[in-house]
C-alpha cells in the first residue's frame, strides 16, 4: 500500500530554519509530488510542488523563502524552509500524485492521490 511519513517538523524562533522531508513508498515512479499546509482555522493550502522533471512552483507567501526538491532515487521530498515566519506555524503534508507534469492550478485544488499525515510546525515569534 503506497505510503509517505513527513519528519523534520518542529519549533524554532522567527527567522530561523526547518528542513522537512518525506520518504514516500509508492507504486508508481512517475510521480508531482508537494507539500500543503494547514493552520488552526484556516484551509489547506498548497506550497510547493515538484513534478516529475524537477520543474517547480511556490505559493507567493513563501517564494525565496521555501525551497522544494526531491530525491528519486532515494523516494523523498524535501522542504527547506529559511527566514520562517509566524504565520508559517501550520501542519505540513507530503503529498503524490500519478500525474507526471501536475500544474500548479491542479495542485492547488489538492486533489493529490496520496497523503502523508504531516508533521507541525510551529514558528515563535
Known amino acids: 500500500q503506497a505510503r509517505l511519513e513527513e519528519s523534520g517538523g518542529g519549533s524554532v524562533q522567527a527567522g530561523g530554519s526547518l528542513r522537512l522531508s518525506c520518504v514516500a513508498e509508492?507504486?508508481?515512479?512517475?510521480?508531482?509530488m508537494g507539500w500543503f499546509r494547514q493552520a488552526p482555522g484556516k484551509e489547506r493550502e498548497g506550497v510547493a510542488l515538484?513534478?516529475?522533471?524537477?520543474?517547480?512552483n511556490y505559493a507567493d507567501s513563501v517564494k525565496d523563502r521555501f525551497t522544494i526538491s526531491r530525491d528519486n532515487a532515494n523516494n523523498a521530498l524535501y522542504l527547506q524552509m529559511n527566514s520562517l515566519k509566524p504565520e508559517d506555524t501550520a501542519v505540513y503534508y507530503c503529498?503524490?500524485?500519478?500525474?507526471?507534469?501536475?500544474?500548479?492550478?491542479?495542485?492547488?485544488?489538492?486533489?493529490?492521490?496520496?497523503w502523508g499525515k504531516g508533521t507541525l510546525v510551529t514558528i515563535s515569534s
Open positions: 515538484i513534478d516529475n522533471d524537477g520543474r517547480t
Open positions: 503529498a503524490a500524485d500519478r500525474r507526471s507534469a501536475l500544474d500548479w492550478l491542479s495542485f492547488k485544488s489538492g486533489s493529490m492521490d496520496y
Open positions: 509508492l507504486y508508481y515512479s512517475r510521480v508531482s
